[in-house]
């Protein structure tokens, strides 16, 4: 999924009044989780190691770290923060449990399929 298919997705879904830049800093905050927590837990290249950030300038067709049908992890958490924007907390609290969903299927799919980095501890005698 693009940047910009995940920003018409939620406003197709949910109308709202969310700036477009407040949404794609929401965005590249879940791509900085999902590199963190996720993707640097695993073997990878040297340019994995560049942490994704998008801004206003950020070109709508950039594809996004969790590729389909774990796509959706972007699209609950915009969710959920435009219900936190308007203060509506039972849609927030079904939005975040969606998110929630989707990023534990995420991570699963993720750490099934890559080999996980080694981590070899040692003792200072």
């Known amino acids: 999924m693009?940047?910009?298919e995940v920003l018409d997705m939620v406003d197709q879904l949910k109308p709202n009044m969310m700036?477009?830049?407040?949404?794609?800093r929401f965005i590249s905050e879940l791509e900085?989780?999902?590199?963190q927590e996720i993707?640097?837990?695993?073997?990878?290249?040297a340019?994995?190691?560049?942490?994704?950030?998008?801004?206003?300038?950020?070109d709508g067709s950039t594809e996004l770290l969790a590729n389909p049908p774990y796509d959706m992890v972007y699209v609950y958490y915009l969710m959920s923060k435009v219900d936190m924007q308007n203060q509506e907390e039972d849609k927030e609290s079904n939005d975040r449990?969606?998110?929630?969903n989707?990023?534990?299927d995420f991570?699963?799919?993720?750490?099934?399929?890559?080999m996980p980095m080694t981590v070899f501890p040692y003792f200072k005698l």
């Open 32 to 35: 900085g989780k999902i590199h």
């Open 47 to 58: 340019e994995d190691e560049i942490l994704p950030v998008y801004d206003d300038d950020t």
């Open 2 to 4: 693009t940047l910009q």
């Open 97 to 100: 449990a969606r998110f929630e």
């Open 19 to 24: 700036k477009r830049s407040v949404k794609i």
């Open 102 to 104: 989707a990023w534990g």
């Open 107 to 114: 991570d699963d799919y993720y750490t099934r399929t890559h």
């Open 39 to 45: 993707l640097m837990k695993h073997v990878h290249s």
